[in-house]
């Protein structure tokens, strides 16, 4: 595996809507921004990738950032509460691979994937993916088909359910939770 982990991310959280109010600039994890801003409206993503979260110690609903302008990503991503936490992503330079479960605790059918998956119902003949085994790689999944709906940032490591240990068990209506499409997050998003 070849992980680089190098200072190259920096995003700037701004407490209004159009980089507008006082400003914090990250340029590596942060669990709780409560002590540098009293709420995040906008960012600025200038390099590196990124996961937020809408509630501290990276729990919540998770959202994806790359490179650009966000002035009201509330409304572009359909959010009805701030940004508490982030967790930068490591650039991954080499092979992406995951195994899928049909059920929690490595259950049912499996599959082993090297690329993104944007149906598992019509590419493996899965009812849904409850747990998995990322060998190798960043994966972003995906709860409904063609990347859309809740998301979650996957890293290497084994996952046996997704409703613990995820930082999404605290949240009501979480447990059980399944995905149905998958992504790789490129070096090339950099």
């Given at each position: 595996m070849?992980?680089?982990?190098?200072?190259?991310?920096?995003?700037?959280f701004y407490e209004d809507r159009n980089f507008q109010g006082r400003s914090y600039e990250c340029s590596s994890d942060c669990s709780d921004m409560s002590s540098y801003l009293s709420r995040c409206y906008s960012c600025r993503v200038e390099s590196g990738c990124w996961m937020l979260y809408n509630r501290n110690n990276?729990?919540?609903?998770?959202?994806?950032?790359?490179?650009?302008?966000?002035?009201?990503?509330?409304?572009?991503?359909?959010?009805?509460?701030?940004?508490?936490?982030?967790?930068?992503?490591?650039?991954?330079?080499?092979?992406?691979?995951?195994?899928?479960?049909?059920?929690?605790?490595?259950?049912?059918?499996?599959h082993e994937m090297m690329d993104d998956c944007d149906n598992i119902m019509d590419h493996y003949r899965m009812s849904k993916c409850q747990?998995?085994?990322?060998?190798?790689?960043?994966w972003l999944m995906y709860e409904q088909p063609h990347f859309r709906g809740r998301m979650m940032y996957m890293r290497p490591g084994e996952y046996s359910n997704f409703s613990m240990g995820m930082g999404m068990g605290a949240m009501g209506g979480m447990s059980g939770m399944r995905f149905m499409s998958m992504r790789r997050i490129m070096d090339s998003w950099y």
């Open positions: 070849s992980t680089t982990n190098m200072n190259m991310g920096k995003i700037i990276y729990m919540g609903n998770q959202y994806f950032m790359r490179r650009g302008e966000y002035p009201d990503y509330m409304q572009h991503f359909g959010m009805s509460d701030c940004i508490k936490s982030c967790r930068m992503i490591a650039m991954h330079r080499g092979n992406y691979r995951m195994r899928i479960y049909e059920r929690e605790n490595f259950g049912g059918q499996m747990s998995c085994n990322v060998m190798e790689g960043h």
